[in-house]
């Protein structure tokens, strides 16, 4: 886009502090398991990206980024159409930032920045308007920490078992004993060890993929009523409720940085 290339490798070597590359991607576009030499900020206008690294999964939604440290693996998938706007950032210009992933907010000014990035040329002219641009930018990258969608990735092929069918059924009543059936060990086992490899309650975990996959579902335009009955919820005044109190926000305002109206208490269905 922009007359420039799309290609990550062609960002890596650039002689400048600051990369910029815009892609349009549809709905469901995977990029695999890669990693570069430079940090990188992921941002979206629109849809949601989930992030996979070795850490875990990350939701982003159109209002937040996902930061990627320097020579980090990880992979990507599009939910909902994507228009990514990605900046590629030499390490020892990014010595401020966080040395771990992290989901970051995008405020107004910051996301302006982003998009005039992308519409520079790659050898942009670091004495003039260009070069002020992106010193403001890399100023203002200044990360705020947000709730984010984490599923931390359980390195125990028994527990990554459970995991990956907590996923494939977010609709499914997880109690403790249903959990430790499908895992083959005791309650009692399951309620120690999990929590010692996830660093999450079994409860917590699957609220946490309930709503990962409730993002995903939301950014490909689904209504609220029908992700609610898809994640467990029995109405969707329950689903909202949930939602706003993990994320800060409710289903709709997630994806458009809308303020909060406050909540009112609301019974849902356990894990």
Not at 122 to 130: F, L, Q, S
Not at 154 to 171: K, T
Not at 235 to 241: D, I, L, N, Q, V
Request: charged share 20%; with cysteine.
């Amino acid at each position: 886009m922009y007359g420039k290339s799309e290609n990550r490798d062609d960002y890596q070597d650039v002689p400048r502090p600051v990369a910029a590359m815009a892609r349009n991607l549809p709905d469901g576009h995977h990029i695999p398991a890669h990693r570069h030499r430079r940090a990188q900020l992921i941002y979206g206008t629109s849809g949601a990206i989930t992030v996979v690294t070795g850490h875990g999964t990350w939701v982003v939604p159109a209002t937040r980024g996902a930061w990627l440290p320097a020579g980090l693996t990880h992979a990507m998938t599009c939910a909902g159409a994507v228009a990514m706007r990605t900046l590629y950032i030499e390490p020892a210009a990014a010595g401020h930032l966080p040395a771990h992933p992290a989901v970051v907010s995008v405020p107004p000014l910051l996301r302006e920045l982003i998009d005039e990035a992308t519409r520079l040329p790659v050898e942009y002219d670091t004495e003039g308007r260009d070069g002020k641009v992106m010193e403001l930018l890399l100023s203002d990258l200044t990360p705020h920490p947000v709730p984010a969608l984490h599923l931390p990735t359980p390195e125990d092929p028994q527990l990554a078992g459970l995991c990956a069918a907590i996923r494939h059924e977010p609709a499914t009543r997880w109690t403790a004993t249903r959990a430790a059936a499908r895992a083959h060990m005791s309650t009692r086992s399951l309620q120690r060890r999990f929590p010692e490899a996830t660093g999450m309650s079994l409860a917590h975990w699957v609220r946490q993929a309930r709503l990962v996959h409730a993002v995903t579902l939301l950014a490909r335009g689904e209504p609220v009523t029908a992700v609610a009955g898809a994640v467990g919820y029995a109405t969707p005044s329950a689903f909202t409720a949930m939602f706003r109190h993990a994320l800060g926000a409710t289903p709709t305002g997630y994806f458009t940085g809308a303020p909060e109206r406050p909540a009112t208490p609301e019974s849902r269905t356990g894990p």
